[in-house]
């Protein structure tokens, strides 16, 4: 987080403290009262220099430390400690293909999202050659030419083959693109380049492995489980920018940056101590289902406000760590600060989170909201 940098004295001085030093040192006997030459031409100068003082010279200040550096000038601090800010990463997935047996899938083909009168279609090419099988179907891996998360597309969304390939009838996409995230937001990178001096490098222990997954572009967060399958055994979890399940592109790219696998005999390389067995995975999702009898404000839509409900929820579930607890009390103050905000709920009652009253701890897991239901009787 930027913070507020004190100023010294010697910065902070005002065009009047700048000009009354200024008409101190005026010769004998030359006036120095307002209107006379030597006030109206010192004047000027000393409003000069408070702007200077005050402006250039507190914000070049600012600029020499990570705390209150921004833009290029805080990615110049970053990269004197080796910390170097993430670029946008593109979103990838796969795209059903049917047609023509025999039909030939060029890498480099475009398929894109329907376009129309407010929004242009986003654009993906195949990034494999493959050829449709005597079933009719194939199936070709695509990214999406432009980097971030405008990227992660709904599934069934990509359904124009923009560059034609005869033999080709339709193109879609099962399940949704991931992996896009936009580039490192400066509060993020700040922390970062803030950690490297502040976290002691000692090759191994659990901050070195946070520290160089977060070096990879894509990574959000990160948690490192240790021993977790014997002597020299690494776990580490990773979630995307986005707090999303990490696809098996980021898995991958993790894995070779920190510890890659190799055959027998050859050197691994990679960031991680020579000897340690490293995993890089990814969380699986818990959905949290939540059921109560629900009495609804007769001016409200009962499905609008259980999604607003689910919605809070959701941001509630965001913010809790791989490995933590979702509160059961959490879930109930949620639906009482709706109730008490009169935002369509009257009264609750049989509330139950996954079909249980008590709290629900994590294992290797991320929360998101799933099933909330209205339920008449219990």
């Known amino acids: 987080m930027e913070r507020d940098l004190p100023i010294p004295d010697f910065l902070n001085e005002t065009a009047d403290d700048i000009h009354e030093r200024m008409l101190r040192k005026a010769p004998p006997n030359v006036s120095t009262i307002p209107g006379d030459f030597f006030w109206d031409n010192t004047r000027p100068t000393a409003e000069e220099k408070a702007e200077l003082v005050q402006l250039k010279l507190q914000n070049i200040l600012k600029l020499a430390f990570p705390q209150t550096s921004y833009g290029v000038w805080l990615e110049y601090l970053g990269e004197c400690k080796g910390v170097f800010k993430n670029p946008a990463t593109y979103a990838t997935g796969i795209i059903k293909v049917k047609g023509k047996s ?25 990034i494999e050659t493959k050829i449709i099988k005597e079933s009719g179907i194939t199936t070709v891996k695509a990214k999406c030419l432009v980097p971030g998360t405008i990227g992660n597309v709904l599934h069934n969304t990509l359904t124009v083959l923009i560059t034609p390939i005869n033999g080709v009838e339709s193109v879609t996409n099962e399940n949704n693109f991931t992996g896009g995230t936009d580039i490192e937001d400066e509060e993020h990178f700040r922390e970062r380049v803030m950690k490297a001096d502040l976290e002691e490098q000692l090759s191994g222990a659990d901050t070195d492995y946070i520290r160089w997954a977060k070096e990879v572009p894509g990574v959000g967060y990160v948690y490192v489980i240790s021993e977790w399958n014997g002597a020299g055994t690494v776990k580490v979890l990773i979630l995307d920018k986005n707090g999303q399940p990490a696809n098996k592109e980021l898995i991958d790219t993790v894995q070779k940056y920190i510890a890659p696998i190799v055959p027998k005999g050859q050197n691994r390389g990679g960031k991680a101590p020579t000897g340690s067995i490293v995993t890089i995975a990814t969380p699986s999702i818990l959905n949290i289902n939540v059921k109560a009898k629900f009495e609804f404000m007769k001016e409200y839509n009962s499905k609008d406000v259980l999604n607003k409900l689910k919605d809070k929820i959701n941001k509630y579930l965001s913010t809790i ?13 949620i639906i009482g600060s709706i109730l008490l905000d009169k935002q369509g709920i009257t009264d609750y009652t049989n509330l139950t989170v996954n079909d249980a009253i008590s709290n629900i701890k994590l294992v290797d897991q991320v929360a998101i909201a799933g099933e909330v239901k209205h339920i008449d009787s219990i």
């Open 102 to 126: 025999g039909t030939v899938i060029e890498k480099g083909k475009v398929v894109g999202t329907t376009a129309n009168d407010k929004k242009e279609s986003i654009e993906f090419e195949f």
């Open 321 to 333: 760590d791989i490995g933590g607890t979702v509160l059961y009390k959490a879930i109930d103050t």
